[in-house]
C-alpha cells in the first residue's frame, strides 16, 4: 500500500500539533494548582484527560474523513478534534471557559461540540457510540455517503452501549467505524481485570462485521485498516470495529497519582513513540529535515494561536449561565 | 341562528398517529423508531397505520435496545432529521436514562446553543390494569426534575395531536408522556375520556399552558392526564353537595404553568393536587410549593396531596386500587379540605 | 450420551405440567375478559405471556440443577418456575393476585419471587441476567459448586445487560449458564430484524467462552449441552452461553393480534411438538403407555391442585399495599 | 473538674473507609465492587486501603459495566452476602438506572418480603470544581422520589462514619450519597467541614433522622450536605446582624424526618429550603409542601426555595458559580424573608 505524500505529512503535522497541544495543556492546568493541587483552580479548572502517545489513533483515521463526516469522541477527546479539524482557538477557549469558546464556556474539556466538523465528545463512557449510528443513519437515509466514526477506550468496550450499538449498526448497514484505544487502562484497571477476551477485534464476531487489531500504535497500519472500513462503510457495506493497540503517557487525568504502573511503563512506551517513528519513516522517504521543520512549526504556531486566544478572551457573564437550556423554537 | 359543532370523534391513539401521519407529510426529515412500532403500530397504537403509509425505511423497527436506538435518534437530531423514537413503556427509562438525561436533555446548553436536537421522545405511562410495578408508573417527577426536556402529558385526544404536533416542530427534545388508558385502546377498559373531538387539519396546542378543565370558585384541583379526569369526576360529585371545584389540568410540567396555578388558588382559597406518579418529590409536591411561595396568604386552609404513597405498585386488584387515587378519594379529601378552612 | 431414566420421566412430567399449566392459564385469564377484551378485568387480570412450546429450554437443563442453583427468568417465566421446582400453589395464587401468593399478591406473574428453590424473574428484558452473574460470584465467593442459570429470549441478546454480564461472567469465572430461548421473535419483531448475526452461540466469542446451539427445540440435545455447560460451571471454569431455536405458540402476550406472523406457522409448529416427540422416544424406548399416563395424570393433578388453591385463597387486605417498602432491620 | 475531649480528626473519605473496614472484619458477607475501588482506593478515596487489607477477593476493580456489577451486587444480596457497590459519580445512574430502581428498589416488595436485598449503593455527589454537566450534579430527589431505597447524605466525618454501618447493616438497599468536597480529598479544595471528630470503635447513626446543625429562633434552614456548611457560615453571617438562623441537616432524604422540620418552623416561623440539586420537583418542594401541609398557619412569611435554577451544571467557574447556591447567597435570601413577615 502506498500512502500519498500529502496524507504522511498530514499525519506527521497533525500528530506534532497534538502533542504539542497536549503538553500546552499540561502546562495551562498546572497554573494556579500548586503548591497544593485543587483540581478547581487555575485558568483550566475542572477534570483534565490528556491524549499525548494515542495520537495515532485519532489521525490514522481521521484522515480519511471529510467535513461531512461525523466524528464522537470520550472523555479523552483532544487528539480526535483536531484531527477532525475543530477549530483550535474555539476549542481551547472552551477549555478555558470562555465565551468565545465552542459551547461559550458551558461544556468544557469533556463537552466539546462543533457542528462545523460535525465533531462531539462526552464524558459518559461509550455514550457517544450511538449518536455516530445515529449520524450514520441519517447519512444513510438522506442518501449521502458520509461516514460516522466513534472512537471509545478499551475500558468502554464491556459497556452495554458498545453492544448494542454495533448490532444496530450492523444490522441496519450503518456506515460507521468504531475505534478502540487500548491504551492499557480504563483509570486504574488494566484490560486484563476488565475484558475476557484478549482483544476487541475478536467482538467483530458477535455482529458479523469486521475486526481489525493495530498492534504496537502503528500509524501507518491504522491508516491501511482505517482506509478499508472508512471505504467499506462509504459503499454501504456496514460498520466496522478497529482496536489499536496505543499508549497513554499521561495519567489518566492530570493529578492521577499512577499508583496501578510500574514506574518505569511509561519510559518504555516512549521509546517506541510514534511521532519520532513517523518522522523516521518521512526520513527514510527522503523527505527533508527542513521541511518537516516547517511543519512542526505550523503546528506550534496554529497551537500558540489558540492558546492566546483562550487566554484573551473574555469569560461569559454569570448570568448567561441561564441561557441555552432551551431553543427558542417558532411552535 | 345554530352553530353546528361538527364533532370528529378520535380516539387517544388514533389522534398521535393522526399528527404524526400529518407531519410526516408535510416534514421528510420526520421518522419513527422503536420497538415494535412497524407493522405491529405500536404497543399502545401511537404509530398505527404509520408503516402502511411510511414504510420501513420511516417508519422502523428496532432491536431491544434502547440506549442505542435512542441515541441513534439523538445523532440523528444533531445532523436535522427530527426523530419520533418511542420508548414503549416509561418504566423502562432506567435501561437508557443516560441518553436521555445526559445527553439529549443537555447537548444543546453544553453546546452553548450550537447544537439542536429537534426529536420527540414519546412513551406510556399509567397503571390501573393490574401490570405491576414494572409497568404501570407514571414517573412524571423523575423526568421533570432534570433540566433539558420540554416534558408533556396531554389528557384528552385534541391535546395529544396538538401537542404531539407542536412536539414534533419544536426545536428541543420533548418528552411526550401518553397514558394507556387514554389512548381508547380496544383491549383496555374503555373510558369515555379516551374519545374526543379532534379536528382533521393539523393544529398545535401550546406546550408549557396548562388548561383549566372546569372552572369552580371553592377548590383549586390540580392534576395531569388521568387524574385530570377523575378529578372532573369528582367535581361533578362535589357539585352535587354545593362545593364547586376548578380542575386544572397541567398538560406540561416542564415548562410549568405556574401563573394558572396560583392565579386560581387566589380565586378559590384552597389547593388539592392529585398525582399518579409517587408521593414524595413529586408534582403535587411542586405544585404546592409555588403557592406557599406565591399565594401563601390566599390560602384558607392547608394544602392538601393525594398521589400514590410511596410504594411500588403492587399488583393485585384490590392493592392497586388502595394505592391509586380515584374520583371518590379526590372526592374525600376535597370535603375534608373544606372541612379545614 | 445415555439419559438416566428418571431424567428422561422428569423431564417428559415436567414438559407435560408446563404444557398443562399455561393451558389451564389461557382459561383462567379469558375468564371476565370477553365479550370485549379488557386487559384489566376477570379473575388474572394484567399482562399474560405463556410458554407453551417453548418447554424443552427450561426441563433440558433444569433438569441438571440442585435446589441450591439459581435460576432467573425473564417476562415469560412459567415453564423456567415449574421447571425448577417453584411451588405451583403460591406461584398460581400469587398471578391470581391472593394472599397466599409468593409475592402475597405484590409481584404477579411476570414477578415471581422464591427464596426457597432460588427462583426469580422480572419484566425487564435482560434485567435477570446480572443477577443470576450475582448469584454465581455469591457461589464462588464463599467456595460453593452452586451454579446460576439466567434465561432470556432472543430478543434480550441486544440489550447492553447481555453483553456487560456475560463480559463479567467470562473474566470473573462465574459458574453461570446464559440459555437464549430463540422463539424467532421479540414481541413482533422477527430475529432477523433485530439481531446481526443469525444465530447467538456465535456471541461467545466475544467472551471467550463456549457457545452452544440447540436446533429444532431438541429437548435432548438441550439436555446435552445444557449437562456440559451445568458441569462446567461447577467445576468453576466459568460461564457458557446456549441458544434453543424454540416454538412459541401463543401470542407474545395473550390478546395479541399476531399480525406478524402467518397465519400457518404456529399449526406447522405443533406438529413438530416436543412433548410428542419425547412422547415418542420414550415409547420407543419401551416406556410402556400407561406409565406415561400415569405421569400425566399426576403433573395435571398438580395443576388442579394449584388453580384450585389460588382460586379458593383470599384477596389481600387493601392496605397490605402500604407493607413490605421495607423490611424491618434493627439498626 | 476538666473533661477532656480526645478529638481523633478524620477527613471524611477516611471515616467512610474506616465504617467499611471495620464492617468487612465483623461480618464476612460484606464485600465491595466498583471501578477502581481496588488499589486505587476509589476515586473519592472511599475505599482508601481496603484493597490492602482485604485483597481482591473482597475488594474487587470491575469493568466500566455499572448495570452488570451493580446488578450482580443485588444478585449477591438476594443470596445473603451484603454487598457495598460504587457508582462512582451519580451522573452515570443513567446507565445502570434500572438495576438500581426497578430491582434493587422494587425486589422486596414485589417479593411480598421475601427477598431482602442487604447492599448498600454508594456514590459521589457534587459539584463547585468546574467538572461541567455530566460530573457535577448531586441528583438527591431523582432517587429520593422513588420509592424502595433508603437515600442518605451525610455532611459531617462523623455521620459518614455512623451512617455507613448504619447503611451495611441495614437489611434494606441503601443509596449512600457522599460528597466530594466533603471528603477531604488532597486534591480538592481545602474546607474545614470536611475533617472531624470520629471515634475509633464501631458507633452507628440512625437513617432518618435530621440533626439540628445550628439552633436558631428567627429562621429555619433545611439543607443537606454541603448547603448544610453554607448554611452555617450564613447563620454566622446573619448572626452578626442579630437574625439567629436554625440550621437542619436532613441527612436522610428517605425516610425524610418531617416532624424535625415542621416543629422547627412551629418555633422560627420562616423557613428557607437550601439544595445542591436543580429547583423544581426537587428536595425544596418537599420540604415546602410538607410544611404547607402541616404547619401553614405557622407561617410569617412565604416559604423561600434556593437551589440549582433548573439548568444544567455549566463548566466555567464564573457560570458555575452563579447557579450554586453559597453562603451569601443564603444570607440575602434569609434577609430578604426577614423582611417579608
Ligand atoms: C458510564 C461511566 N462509567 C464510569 C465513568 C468514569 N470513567 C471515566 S473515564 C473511565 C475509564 C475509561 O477507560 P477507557 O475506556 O479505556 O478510556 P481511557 O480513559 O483509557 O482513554 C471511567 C471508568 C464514566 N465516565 N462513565
Ligand atoms: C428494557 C425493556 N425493553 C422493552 C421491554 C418490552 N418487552 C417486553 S417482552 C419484549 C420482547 C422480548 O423478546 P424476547 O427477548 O425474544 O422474549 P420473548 O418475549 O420472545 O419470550 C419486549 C420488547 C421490556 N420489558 N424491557
Ligand atoms: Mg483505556
Ligand atoms: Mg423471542
Redo the contacts with the bound molecule.
Keep these: 500500500m502506498s500512502i500519498p505524500f500529502e496524507h504522511l505529512q498530514w499525519m506527521y503535522e497533525t500528530m506534532v500539533k497534538i502533542r504539542t497541544y497536549e503538553e500546552r495543556l499540561v502546562e495551562a492546568y498546572a497554573e494556579g494548582k500548586y503548591p497544593v493541587f485543587n483540581i478547581g483552580a487555575g485558568p483550566v479548572p475542572g477534570e483534565m484527560h490528556l491524549a499525548a502517545g494515542q495520537e495515532p489513533a485519532a489521525v490514522g483515521i481521521c484522515v480519511h474523513l471529510k467535513p461531512e463526516d461525523t466524528v464522537t469522541a470520550p472523555h479523552r477527546p483532544h487528539h480526535h478534534a483536531i484531527a477532525k479539524g475543530v477549530d483550535l482557538r474555539r476549542m481551547t477557549a472552551e477549555i478555558y471557559g470562555k465565551a468565545t469558546g465552542l459551547g461559550k464556556g458551558k461544556g468544557g474539556h469533556m463537552h466539546l461540540f462543533d457542528p462545523a466538523t460535525k465533531f462531539s465528545c462526552g464524558g459518559i463512557i461509550a455514550a457517544g457510540m450511538p449518536h455516530a449510528a445515529g449520524a450514520a443513519l441519517a447519512s444513510k437515509m438522506r442518501g449521502k455517503d458520509w461516514v460516522a466514526v466513534a472512537f471509545i477506550g478499551e475500558g468502554a468496550a464491556n459497556q452495554g452501549a458498545f453492544h448494542e450499538t454495533l448490532n444496530l449498526a450492523a444490522l441496519w448497514k450503518l456506515p460507521l467505524v468504531v475505534v478502540i484505544e487500548d491504551n492499557r487502562y480504563g483509570i486504574s484497571v488494566p484490560k486484563a481485570l476488565s475484558t475476557a477476551v484478549e482483544r476487541n477485534d475478536a467482538r467483530a464476531a458477535a455482529y458479523g462485521i469486521p475486526g481489525y487489531y493495530v498492534a504496537d500504535n502503528d500509524v501507518l497500519e491504522m491508516y491501511r485498516v482505517s482506509r478499508e472500513a472508512v471505504e467499506r462503510a462509504r459503499r454501504g457495506e456496514g460498520p466496522s470495529l478497529i482496536e489499536i493497540e496505543t499508549y497513554r503517557y499521561l495519567g489518566h487525568f492530570q493529578g492521577d497519582p499512577e499508583v496501578y504502573r510500574a514506574k518505569e511503563e511509561v519510559p518504555g512506551l516512549r521509546e517506541k513513540d510514534p511521532i519520532r517513528r513517523l518522522r523516521e519513516h518521512l526520513l527514510a522517504q527522503g523527505v527533508a529535515e527542513q521541511d518537516m521543520a516547517a511543519w512542526e512549526a505550523r503546528a506550534k504556531a496554529a497551537v500558540d494561536e489558540a492558546f492566546a486566544f483562550a487566554r484573551d478572551s473574555e469569560y461569559p457573564a454569570p448570568e448567561a449561565a441561564l441561557e441555552d437550556v432551551f431553543a427558542a423554537s417558532e411552535v | 341562528m345554530a352553530t353546528e359543532l361538527k364533532q370528529r370523534l378520535l380516539t387517544g391513539n388514533k389522534a398521535m398517529a393522526e399528527a404524526i401521519a400529518q407531519e410526516m407529510t408535510r416534514d421528510p426529515s420526520v421518522f419513527v423508531m422503536g420497538?415494535d412500532v412497524g407493522r405491529y403500530g405500536g404497543i399502545f397504537g401511537a404509530t398505527e397505520g404509520l408503516y402502511e403509509k411510511f414504510g420501513s425505511e420511516r417508519v422502523i423497527d428496532t432491536p431491544?435496545s434502547?440506549t442505542a436506538f435512542i441515541g441513534a435518534a439523538i445523532g440523528a437530531a444533531a445532523e436535522g432529521m427530527r426523530p419520533i423514537v418511542e420508548l414503549?413503556?416509561v418504566d423502562?427509562f432506567g435501561?437508557c436514562m443516560d441518553q436521555i438525561y445526559n445527553h439529549m436533555a443537555k447537548i444543546h446548553y453544553m453546546s452553548g446553543g450550537s447544537v439542536k436536537l429537534p426529536l420527540v421522545l414519546m412513551t406510556a405511562v399509567g397503571g390501573g390494569y393490574n401490570d405491576a410495578a414494572q409497568h404501570s408508573q407514571t414517573l412524571y417527577a423523575t423526568f421533570a426534575h432534570l433540566p433539558g426536556l420540554k416534558v408533556v402529558a396531554p389528557s384528552t385526544p385534541y391535546d395529544l395531536k396538538g401537542m404531539m404536533i407542536s412536539a414534533i416542530r419544536d426545536d428541543n427534545p420533548v418528552l411526550f408522556m401518553f397514558h394507556k388508558s387514554l389512548q381508547g385502546l380496544g383491549w383496555m377498559a374503555p373510558i369515555d375520556a379516551a374519545v374526543g373531538h379532534v379536528p382533521e387539519e393539523p393544529y398545535t396546542v401550546p406546550i408549557g399552558k396548562a388548561r383549566i378543565a372546569r372552572e369552580g370558585r371553592d377548590v383549586t384541583i390540580v392534576a395531569v392526564q388521568m387524574m385530570v379526569h377523575h378529578a372532573l369526576a369528582a367535581a361533578e360529585q362535589l357539585a352535587a353537595e354545593g362545593i364547586e371545584a376548578e380542575v386544572i389540568d397541567l398538560r406540561s410540567l416542564v415548562p410549568l404553568d405556574r401563573q394558572t396555578i396560583v392565579d386560581s388558588v387566589r380565586k378559590t382559597h384552597r389547593l388539592l393536587v392529585v398525582d399518579e406518579d409517587y408521593l414524595s418529590y413529586g408534582i403535587t409536591a411542586e405544585v404546592a410549593a409555588t403557592v406557599a411561595e406565591q399565594a401563601l396568604y390566599e390560602l384558607a386552609a392547608p394544602i392538601r396531596r393525594l398521589a400514590v404513597p410511596d410504594v411500588p405498585i403492587p399488583y393485585s386488584r384490590p392493592l392497586e386500587q388502595f394505592v391509586l387515587p380515584n374520583p371518590d378519594k379526590i372526592a374525600a379529601a376535597v370535603r375534608q379540605l373544606m372541612a379545614e378552612g
Design positions: 420497538e431491544i434502547e414503549m413503556f423502562f435501561v
